[in-house]
């Protein structure tokens, strides 16, 4: 995010955008509005929410996002690692730490896979668009189909490294046709 801010501002765009960015781990937040600061990002063009994926800003947002970056916990992990937030409820800050970064439970895809529903909302028709990180073991095909049947969304691999242990891939996800809350 704050990368793609800086773009904006080196472009010297005249209608810069505002960005979003949401985290259940109150650190993540802080780092991220440090970041943002140290590196020229205007405070008024950024709002960061502790929240569960994107709920507190669905209402807001939904049909009004032209990209959407996504940096899930993808790590396959027993199911009880994964944070969890009850719908409706805001993270405790107080109990939410650093697995919550990678812990993705059964085949990475517990957090993923509420995402998914969300992701369809937020984009903006028709040219709306979403980059998510996936390993392998996240069945990135399966997501594929499930937002191709679903919402009408074509998922295709953009990019894919190694980095140390693991192979990343960057899923970039389009709309089709114009999605229904």
Known sequence: ???LAKRFIEKDCHQSPHHYVTDINKDAIRITLETAKENGIPSKSMTATLCDLASELMPKLSGL???LIFNPPYVPTPDNEVVNVEEGQKPDENVVGIEA???GGTNGRLVVDRALPQIAQLLKWPHGVAY??????NLPEDIADIMWRDYGIRVEPLVRRKARNEYLSVQKMTLTRKVNP
Do not use: H, K, P
């Open 1 to 3: 995010t704050i990368y």
């Open 65 to 67: 996002v032209d990209v």
């Open 101 to 103: 970064s990678w812990a």
């Open 132 to 137: 998510m990180i996936t390993v392998d073991d």
